[in-house]
């Protein structure tokens, strides 16, 4: 069986690194409304082979789109999406915009699949920090939402909705206005320069959970430790590794994206793909904050209703 594209080995637990990047390129046009076909002459063109040295197809990516693994997925037994406890290239709300987008062609839906810009840990619930996670409306606008729990247990407070745009918007006039400092491209390669360190340290990270739990493994079988010690090593090195990887991937991205020659960064801003835009706003946000509107069916970014935590970085500045 040949492995997936975009990792290092058929158990898929470790990335590739020189497959990373052009995965998430190719699932990033498709989200920016490119067809398979189109990503794959893109792809072809860029020099970029499958695992077994042919070119790419239409069949062939949107098969790679389709496999939950590309994002540390797996369908269980109910045909859920849950943690395949290794380690994703893309972010799980990439991977359902993506399915989205197919279920789109499949139907003829004109309503395309939605890129959001804060989703996967950037953005909290105020109320009870839970991650808020990218949702439609009933009427199918796309927004942000914290979500309730379910018979398990798993989930937020449920008391914090906001329309997408309304939020985006809202961060992105900030973020704008950071871009517009002077010197802020020289202080931008300054903190890029100090997250390529924080790159290679997480990827030190990740080899030594990798030998860990080999070396769990081999203790487990000459029966020098019991199942249930390894169960428990394996399960705290799992969870341990996705963690990494998450915040490794959004440091790669934040480390390797430019911002070109483009002198209008307002226009730049409303034009550049979500990825870029979502690059630059972790490089400068640690996080976005989000409290309950003050009343059902508010509009607008009440006073405190958003609070942005910035970043402390080298090189970027601190009057904020």
Same mark, same amino acid.
């Given at each position: 069986?040949?492995?997936?594209? =975009?990792?290092?080995?058929?158990?898929?637990?470790?990335?590739? %690194?020189?497959?990373?990047?052009?995965?998430?390129? @190719?699932?990033?046009?498709?989200?920016?409304?490119?067809?398979?076909?189109?990503?794959?002459?893109?792809?072809?063109?860029?020099?970029?082979?499958?695992?077994?040295?042919?070119?790419?197809?239409?069949?062939?990516?949107?098969?790679?789109?389709? !496999?939950?693994?590309?994002?540390?997925?797996?369908?269980?037994?109910?045909?859920?999406?849950? %943690?395949?406890?290794?380690?994703?290239?893309?972010?799980?709300?990439?991977?359902?915009?993506?399915?989205?987008?197919?279920?789109?062609?499949?139907? =003829?839906?004109?309503?395309?699949?939605?890129?959001?810009?804060?989703?996967? =840990?950037?953005?909290?619930?105020?109320?009870?920090?839970?991650?808020?996670?990218?949702?439609?409306? !009933?009427?199918?606008?796309?927004?942000?939402?914290?979500?309730?729990?379910?018979?398990?247990?798993?989930?937020?407070?449920?008391?914090?909705? @906001?329309?997408?745009?309304?939020?985006?918007?809202?961060?992105?006039?900030?973020?704008?206005?950071?871009?517009?400092?002077?010197?802020?491209?020289?202080?931008?390669?300054?903190?890029?320069?100090?997250?390529?360190?924080?790159?290679?340290? @997480?990827? %030190?990270?990740?080899?030594?959970?990798?030998?860990?739990?080999?070396?769990?493994?081999?203790?487990?079988?000459?029966?020098?430790?019991?199942? %249930?010690?390894?169960?428990?090593?394996?399960?705290?090195?799992?969870? !341990?590794?996705?963690?990494?990887?998450?915040?490794?991937?959004?440091?790669?991205? @934040?480390?390797?994206?430019?911002?070109?020659?483009?002198?209008?960064?307002?226009?730049?801003?409303?034009?550049?793909?979500?990825?870029?835009?979502?690059?630059?706003?972790?490089?400068?946000?640690? !996080?976005?904050?989000?409290?309950?509107?003050?009343?059902?069916?508010?509009?607008?970014?009440?006073?405190?209703?958003?609070?942005?935590?910035?970043?402390?970085?080298?090189?970027?500045?601190?009057?904020?």
């Amino acid at each position: 069986m040949p492995r997936l594209y =975009g990792f290092d080995d058929t158990s898929r637990r470790r990335l590739r %690194d020189d497959e990373v990047d052009p995965l998430r390129q @190719m699932a990033s046009r498709a989200l920016q409304g490119q067809s398979n076909a189109d990503v794959a002459v893109w792809a072809n063109g860029e020099g970029y082979r499958g695992t077994l040295g042919g070119e790419w197809k239409d069949a062939s990516v949107g098969r790679l789109f389709r !496999n939950p693994a590309i994002a540390g997925l797996r369908y269980d037994e109910d045909g859920e999406l849950v %943690d395949a406890g290794h380690p994703g290239a893309i972010t799980r709300e990439e991977f359902v915009a993506l399915l989205e987008r197919e279920e789109s062609r499949r139907k =003829g839906d004109a309503a395309p699949p939605y890129d959001y810009l804060v989703v996967d =840990g950037a953005s909290t619930c105020g109320k009870c920090t839970w991650a808020l996670q990218g949702a439609r409306t !009933n009427a199918g606008t796309p927004g942000y939402r914290c979500r309730p729990k379910d018979k398990d247990g798993r989930g937020g407070c449920g008391e914090v909705r @906001m329309d997408a745009e309304l939020l985006e918007n809202h961060i992105g006039e900030y973020v704008v206005a950071e871009l517009l400092k002077p010197g802020i491209r020289k202080q931008i390669l300054k903190a890029q320069a100090a997250i390529r360190a924080q790159v290679e340290e @997480m990827k %030190d990270t990740v080899k030594d959970l990798e030998g860990r739990r080999s070396e769990a493994a081999t203790l487990y079988g000459k029966r020098q430790i019991s199942s %249930d010690a390894f169960v428990t090593a394996d399960r705290e090195i799992t969870v !341990n590794l996705k963690d990494t990887g998450s915040r490794l991937r959004y440091a790669e991205q @934040m480390a390797n994206f430019s911002l070109g020659d483009a002198k209008d960064l307002v226009r730049w801003w409303n034009t550049a793909p979500t990825a870029s835009k979502r690059a630059i706003t972790r490089l400068f946000l640690e !996080n976005v904050e989000v409290f309950p509107a003050s009343a059902r069916g508010v509009r607008t970014v009440e006073p405190g209703r958003v609070v942005l935590h910035w970043r402390k970085l080298p090189g970027l500045s601190d009057g904020r």
